[in-house]
């Protein structure tokens, strides 16, 4: 049974900081990672997936990396923006099925 | 390309009553998840629906469920509601052809059972 845990539970940092938040997970067969955002009240932005195949995988300020054979995740913000505050969630399949088991997030705060 | 919708986006109901929600996937995308997510529990997985078939189930009792039609437009139905369904209703689609695709979600509907 897939678990997935984010470490730290919140974070607060001022403006400008590069950060990087962490995701395990128990069952290391995954064929993919999401990242995701959450902005408090809403529904989730995809930010990044990673193909199990890959380790890296960026967008903009955004970098993420998956580490399949130590069951880790590294979700990494380069000069953070307090627009960046939010919730950040990761999400490992559940066996080879399309369930996404979800760790219960990171929250962001970035101080001006 | 519009992306997923939900309605409604608030729903105020009591215990005993039931509630049904609806979400139209992305177009073109066939495969349409839903999650609960509570402060206590997080998100979890309800099930899915592909092409009019649920093709997987989380761990919910009875009362919940769903179906899909041949639009992908997919309805829940939650029966004789609790007090503990209160929860942000997220659903999600892909295109459900591959173990690799992104997931996108909804706004959610929120349910607040009293």
């Known amino acids: 049974k897939q678990e997935v845990t984010q470490i730290p539970a919140a974070l607060s940092v001022p403006e400008g900081e590069n950060l990087v938040l962490n995701c395990s997970f128990t069952?290391?067969?995954?064929?993919?990672l999401q990242w995701f955002r959450q902005d408090p009240g809403k529904g989730l932005t995809s930010l990044l997936l990673i193909q199990s195949s890959q380790r890296e995988q960026t967008s903009g300020r955004l970098n993420a990396s998956l580490d399949k054979s130590s069951g880790r995740s590294t979700l990494y913000i380069a000069a953070s923006q307090p627009g960046d505050s939010a919730t950040y969630l990761c999400?490992?399949?559940?066996?080879?099925?399309?369930?996404?088991?979800f760790g219960k997030g990171t929250k962001l705060t970035v101080n001006p | 390309k519009a992306g997923v919708t939900q309605t409604p986006r608030y729903l105020i109901k009591t215990r005993g009553q039931q509630v049904t929600l609806s979400c139209s996937p992305i177009?073109?995308?066939?495969?349409v998840s839903w999650y609960q997510q509570t402060p206590g529990q997080g998100l979890q997985f309800l099930f899915e629906y592909f092409s009019e078939t649920q093709r997987n189930k989380g761990n919910f009792p009875g009362r919940f469920s769903g179906r899909q039609f041949s639009n992908s437009r997919s309805e829940m139905n939650v029966s004789t509601l609790e007090l503990g369904d209160s929860a942000l209703y997220l659903c999600?689609?892909?295109?459900?052809?591959?173990?690799?695709?992104?997931?996108?979600f909804g706004p959610g509907t929120r349910l607040l059972v009293l």
């Open positions: 069952d290391s067969a995954i064929y993919n």
């Open positions: 177009s073109g995308h066939r495969s």
């Open positions: 999400a490992a399949p559940q066996g080879g099925s399309e369930k996404l088991v």
């Open positions: 999600a689609s892909s295109l459900g052809l591959a173990k690799w695709e992104t997931q996108y």
